[in-house]
């Protein structure tokens, strides 16, 4: 069986060592990128079956900017996206995770806040709500979200499950 490759885009090199170190140790063939820019060229070049996105690298949503492309080009669409960020994760059991999303920009202790990210955590269902500069909300689907500091012990499993391996 051919090993499945995954992109890593984060700009910090030490973050992008340590999850090549763990999945590669799985089996797992690793490309890098640094910036939204070589993301988005690696993922055309090199077709990876999954990335993993940090959220803020040049700019605080550049993360959620290159999700946000890959889910709305047909091309592209169907490769799992993981979110890479240390922001809390609303969970729910309601399997529409985007009318989640919007109930708690609802909610006065949520309204506020500038990125929700929110999950099933029945189905895995998943999404990222973010209020963009001109203060529009933004949603789009992922696959699930990896938290920092990374750790071995849920990352591989996150990813075996969305890779169905």
């Known amino acids: 069986m051919e090993s499945k490759k995954i992109l890593i885009v984060d700009d910090d090199i030490d973050v992008i060592t340590i999850i090549e170190t763990i999945l590669r140790r799985e089996g797992y063939k690793v490309i890098s990128a640094t910036n939204k820019v070589e993301g988005m060229e690696k993922i055309r070049s090199e077709k990876p079956d999954l990335a993993i996105l ?22 592209l669409r169907k490769m799992p996206v993981l979110m890479q960020t ?14 989640m999303a ?12 500038h ?11 998943a999404g990222v709500d973010y209020l ?6 933004i949603w789009f689907p992922v ?3 990896i938290r920092k500091p990374v750790d071995a012990k849920k990352v591989v499993p996150e ?3 969305i890779l169905g391996e």
């Open 54 to 75: 940090d959220v803020m690298m040049t700019t605080h949503y550049e993360g959620f900017e290159l999700a946000k492309e890959i889910t709305e080009d047909p091309t």
């Open 86 to 99: 240390s922001i809390d994760i609303l969970t729910t059991t309601k399997s529409d995770v985007q009318a």
């Open 102 to 113: 919007r109930e708690f920009r609802k909610n006065p202790g949520f309204k506020e806040l």
């Open 115 to 125: 990125v929700l990210l929110v999950k099933d955590i029945n189905t895995g269902q």
């Open 132 to 137: 963009s500069e001109d203060g529009d909300t």
């Open 143 to 145: 696959d699930g979200f």
């Open 159 to 161: 990813i075996n499950r």
